[in-house]
């Protein structure tokens, strides 16, 4: 016989975006690599991301039909259940005020990753790695700058 009066305490109900009573989703690390990397791209300033070796190996991938530059390139990403954290080694335009950019930057990336995914994310870590100098090498082929020809 049931108690009318009794109450019954409720199962534990998950909290968060990406857990419910139905089941829970998982976002795998590339996808937050890969937002990451394109909200980064989208602040003025920013001429490219990845350290040197990868932005060569990238070079190299264009020039390969139908192969198609990473968008995840120079973002390192650790992804929890609920957390994400982000790393980012980043190449900016000349005369841009790097203070400015990195925060324009971390705030993109912070939004795009909440908005998109449902991650909280913990921290954005901005590493410039160089400065990119118009007419530095740029679209310029390194059999043509040989020294000796």
Known sequence: ???PTSTKTPATVPTGALVSTHGTTTVSDSVVQKVAGLAAREIPGVYD????????????????????????????????????????????????????????????????????????VVEVNINVSDVHIPGD??????????RVQ
């Open 49 to 120: 991301l990845g350290g040197g070796a990868a932005r060569a190996f990238s070079a190299i991938r264009e020039r390969i039909p139908g192969a198609s530059a990473s968008a995840g390139q120079g973002v390192s990403v650790e992804v929890g259940e609920k957390q994400a954290a982000v790393d980012l080694q980043i190449l900016l335009e000349y005369g841009v005020p790097i203070a400015d950019v990195a925060n324009a930057i971390r705030r993109n990336v912070i939004n795009a990753i909440e908005r998109i995914t449902g991650l909280e």
């Open 1 to 3: 016989m049931t108690n």
């Open 137 to 146: 090498g740029a679209g310029t082929d390194p059999a043509d700058t040989a």
